[in-house]
């Protein structure tokens, strides 16, 4: 079973830059599809950004494209999350998670970690 377990989360002003990271251990890493969703007070999770096991294809979600990278280190067992241009509507709980698909699709994610806070001030 996949066990992941996010880091980096914290308090950032607008515009800024933020980087996570998601370590995981139990499994086989680099044959997994790495993704990353967030959840906003009083709103459902939603899906951030994608990234095939190989490293060959990458997904994101239309309001974070060209602010948010998503990339992953196989050697390190870990997933990051580059938060540039930061906005206060970014502030969520982000979540790590994992899935056997081959393709970064926004579903099929059936692992979880415990979630970072990203608060962005204005």
């Known amino acids: 079973q996949v066990q992941l377990v996010e880091s980096g989360g914290g308090l950032v002003q607008a515009g800024g830059s933020l980087r996570l990271s998601c370590a995981a251990s139990?499994?086989?890493?680099?044959?997994?599809?790495m993704g990353w969703f967030r959840q906003a007070p009083g709103k459902e999770r939603e899906f951030v950004a994608a990234?095939?096991?190989?490293?060959?294809?990458?997904r994101y979600e239309d309001s974070v494209k060209g602010r948010f990278t998503i990339s992953r280190d196989n050697a390190k067992n870990t997933v990051y999350l580059q938060m540039n241009s930061v906005k206060p509507e970014d502030t969520a709980v982000y979540y790590c998670?994992?899935?056997?698909?081959?393709?970064?699709?926004?579903?099929?994610?059936?692992?979880w970690g415990q979630g970072t806070q990203v608060t962005v001030s204005s």
């Open positions: 998670a994992s899935s056997k698909l081959v393709v970064p699709a926004p579903a099929g994610f059936n692992s």
């Open positions: 139990g499994v086989t890493f680099s044959s997994y599809t």
């Open positions: 990234i095939s096991w190989n490293r060959g294809g990458t």
